[in-house]
C-alpha cells in the first residue's frame, strides 16, 4: 500500500503558499491518540466498512431476474451460449463484456445468480477503486495541504460510500444487463488508478498495467472514449505546475495513453453498421441539434434523481425537445452553469475538475452525437464519484472553517465530515435495498415504470409482450387496447395488439391490426411476417403475398419462412412449401418447428430416411416432446 507522506515532509518539498487550499491560518497541533489515528486510518478499515455496507444494501439482489435488455441480450444471443468458438469476441462492438456473460452463461446458464455475483464483485472493486483513487490524488497530489492529507481517509471513505450506496446505481449493478457500465467504469477507475501510481512512483510496470486497462475498457464500451482527456486533465490539475511541464515530462506517457483512441475507432469502424441498427449516430427520431437541446433537460432529472432519488425507472422513455423554443427554460439554465464550470476551471483548476468531470465522462451519451434513448440512468454510474467527491468536499471545507472559527481539535473536520455523511450514506443504502426490489421481475420493472410515466409507451408495450409470454393475455389486451387509444399513429400499437389477437385466435382481427402497423411502417418487415402469420389459416393465398414482400424486406427472419411453408401446404404446394423450409434452415436461428414441419412434408412424400434423420435430431433438441417420439415411432414402425 502507499504510504501517506507527512505534512513535515511536504512542506520541505513545497512552498509554504502552496501547501494551503482554502485555508490562511496556520495549523494548530492537536493532541490525538496515536492507536485511535493509525485505526482510523487503516486502509483494511476502510475496506471492511465499504464491502459491509454495500454488501448489505445489495443483500437482496439474488432474487432480480432478467429484464428487458436482459432477455435480449443475454438469454436470447447466441454468441454467449458458448465459450468456444468465441464468437461474442467478434459479433460484438463490447466484446470484453460479453465475454464475462459467456462465462456466466457456461457457469449457470440461465439461472440468474452468478450474473448477479459477478456485477455484485465488479461494484465492490469499483467502490475500492473510487476510495483508493480518492486517497491517492489527495495524498500524492503537490498541491494539497497537509491537513487535508491527514484527512484524507475520512474524505476518501465518505465519497466512496455515497457513491456506492447511492439508488441510482442500482441501474448499473442489480440491471443485470448493465455490466457493460459497471464493468467499463471498472477499467476506467483502474487506469485513474494506474495513472496516479505511475506518475508518483516512476515505475514502467504501472504504466503498462494503465495501458491494458484502457484497452480493456474500450473494448466494454464507448464510455471509455473520455478517459485519455480526463487523464490528461488530472495530471495538469492535480500533478503539474504547468502545461509546459506536462509535456516535458509525460508527453510520451499521454502519447500511448491517447494511442488507446485506435483500439476504440477500429471497433466502432468493424461494427459500423450495428452502430446504425442500435440507433446511434444517424437516427428518425430527430437531429443532433436536436438531441442536444434535449440533454439539459435529461441532466436536470439526473441531478434531481441525485440529490432526491425519488421517480427513478427503467425505461421513461425521455421526450425530445423538437425546438429551442421548447427546451429554452432547461438550456438557458444549463448555459450558465457551464459558464460557472469554465470559470472554476481557470480560477479553481480542482474545484472546476470535480465540477467538469462528471460532465466529461457523460458527454458520449449527452452531447451532440444522437442516440435513440436521450435518457438512462445507469450512464450516471460512473460521473456521481465526482459530485459525490465534491459534495464531501464541500463539506470537509466548512467543517475545516467552523474548526478555526471555533477553536475546535485538529480531528474535527473529520469527525463532523463523518457525522454528515455517513447518515446519509446509510439513507441512501436503504433506498437501494428497496429500489432493487423493482428487478424481481419485468413485469415489476415496468409496471413501477408506467406508474411514474404513465406516457411513456415502450414500458407498456414490452409489459404486453410480457403478458404474452406469460399467456396471460386479458392483461396483454387491456394494455395493448391502451396503447391503440392513445398512440394512434404509432404502428407498434397496433403490431402490439395484433399479437395479442392471434394469440386469442381471433386471426381476422390481428390481420386488421397487422395491416394499419403494415400503413404507418411500411418498411418494416416484422408487420409483414406478422401479417401472414394471420392469414395462414384464413386465406393462406394473401399470406404467401405478405410473406414475400417480408421476406423482400429482410430475408434472413426464420419465422417468415416457417410461415410461408405453412402457408404452402395449406394450398396443398408441398414442393415450395419445402423449398420455404429448407430455405429458412439456411438462416441461424431457432428453427425447431421449421425442421418438424420439414419432416411431416417428407413423410407424406414418401421420403422417410431423412425425415427419420431430422426427427432424431428434433428428439435430441426436445426430449420431452411427446408429439416429436410419438411422430418417431409412427415413421419407424410404418414402413
Known sequence: MPQRPSASSRSSVLPAEELAIGSQKPIHQAPLEPALLSFCNSWWLAVFLLLT??????????????????????????????????????????????????????????????YQAVNLCIHLINTLLVYVLTRLVIERSPHSDPRMISDSWCIALCTAALWALHPLQTQGVTYTYQRLESLTSLWYLASLVGFVLA?????????????????????????????????????????????????????????????????????????????????IGVIQKGTPWQYLITQPSVIFQYLKLLFWPDGQALDPCWPWRMSLSEAWPEVLPFALGLCLIVFLMVRFPRTGFLAGGWLLVLAPTSSIVPIADAYFEHRMYLPIAFLAAGFVLAIYQLARLATDKLKLPQQSPAGISLLVCLPIAVALGCVTYSRNAVYTSEEAAFMDTIQKYPDAARPRSSLVRNYLADNRLEKAATHAA?????????????????????????????????????????????????????????????????LQ?????????????????????????LPKAEAALREGLTIPGPNFATRELLAD???????????????????????????????????????
Not at 515505475?203 to 480526463?230: D, F, H, Q, R, V
Not at 504547468?242 to 491517447?258: D, F, Y
Not at 414482400?549 to 396443398?572: C, E, F, I, P, Q
Open 482 to 546: 391502451y396503447l391503440v387509444r392513445n398512440y394512434s399513429r404509432s404502428a407498434e400499437s397496433y403490431a402490439d395488439f395484433g399479437l395479442v389477437l392471434l394469440a386469442m385466435k381471433i386471426p381476422e382481427d390481428a390481420a386488421v391490426m397487422f395491416r394499419k402497423a403494415h400503413e404507418l411502417d411500411p418498411k418494416n418487415s416484422l408487420h409483414l411476417l406478422n401479417l401472414g402469420d394471420a392469414l395462414v389459416e384464413v386465406n393462406p393465398q394473401e399470406a404467401v403475398v405478405a
Open 53 to 114: 455496507a454495500v454488501a448489505v444494501a445489495y443483500a437482496n439482489i439474488g432474487s432480480a431476474d432478467f429484464v428487458f435488455d436482459g432477455r435480449l441480450f443475454i438469454l436470447s444471443y447466441k454468441p454467449v451460449r458458448a465459450l468456444w468458438p468465441p464468437e461474442y469476441l467478434w459479433s460484438s462492438t463490447r466484446p470484453v463484456v460479453f465475454f464475462t456473460f459467456a462465462l456466466n452463461y457456461a457457469l449457470s446458464g440461465e439461472q440468474i445468480w452468478s
Open 549 to 573: 414482400k417480408s421476406a423482400a424486406l429482410k430475408r434472413d427472419h426464420v419465422d417468415t419462412w416457417y410461415n410461408l411453408g405453412r402457408a404452402y401446404v395449406r394450398l396443398n404446394d
Open 199 to 279: 506518475v508518483t512512483s516512476r515505475k514502467k510496470i504501472l504504466i503498462l498495467g494503465t495501458i491494458l486497462c484502457l484497452l480493456l475498457g474500450m473494448a466494454s464500451k464507448e464510455l471509455m472514449a473520455t478517459a485519455p482527456l480526463l487523464i490528461l486533465w488530472l495530471d495538469r490539475v492535480f500533478f503539474s505546475k504547468s502545461v509546459r511541464e506536462l509535456v516535458i515530462t509525460r508527453w510520451k506517457l499521454h502519447l500511448c495513453i491517447w494511442s488507446t483512441l485506435i483500439f476504440l475507432f477500429g471497433i466502432m469502424w468493424a461494427h459500423r453498421e450495428n452502430y446504425d441498427d442500435g440507433g
Open 601 to 639: 412434408i417428407l413423410l407424406a412424400t414418401d421420403r422417410r430416411e431423412e425425415a427419420i434423420d431430422i426427427l432424431n435430431s428434433l428428439l435430441k433438441d426436445k426430449p420431452e416432446s411427446r408429439e416429436v417420439l410419438q411422430k418417431l415411432q409412427h415413421a419407424t414402425t410404418n414402413p
